[in-house]
């Protein structure tokens, strides 16, 4: 299957986003990736067991990421784990997003919408 270009996969679905951005940080598994996305969006966007796994999945699949070795302080955590990593593609499709997301957020302040703490 040939890999697709970083921007033939946007706009990224909000789960795809927040899977990129956990793995962005390191190795995880599924669980850390849910519990990661969830204390980043203050519990606004919350994953499903079948939604995350269905996403991991098919990321997977894109070759956005891969599964990878347990790190070393977390080997013995629970064998049945499988850890991921976000590979080139997946930070290259991640950076391609938060550009794309920029001009979104650069566009609506041009129109003279801006969001304040009251907003959020």
């Known amino acids: ?5 970083p921007g033939a996969l946007l706009p990224l679905t909000p789960a795809t986003f927040h899977i990129l951005l956990s793995l962005h940080e ?6 850390r990736i849910k519990r990661d ?3 980043r969006t203050g519990g606004v966007i919350r994953l499903g067991a079948g939604t995350l796994y269905e996403a991991i999945q098919r990321l997977d699949r894109l070759g ?6 347990a790190p070393v302080d977390l080997e013995t ?30 566009s ?3 129109l003279g919408l801006a969001a304040g703490p009251q907003d959020m």
Request: glycine residues 6%; proline residues 2%; positive net charge.
């Open 108 to 110: 609506a302040h041009a």
């Open 37 to 39: 996305v969830e204390e």
């Open 64 to 69: 956005l990421i891969e599964q990878t070795t």
């Open 26 to 31: 390191g190795v995880k598994h599924g669980y």
């Open 1 to 5: 299957m040939t890999k697709p270009r």
């Open 77 to 106: 955590e629970n064998a049945r784990w499988k850890f991921y990593r976000v590979t080139s593609l997946g930070r290259n499709t991640l950076a391609a997003e938060l550009r794309r997301l920029e001009r979104d957020v650069k």
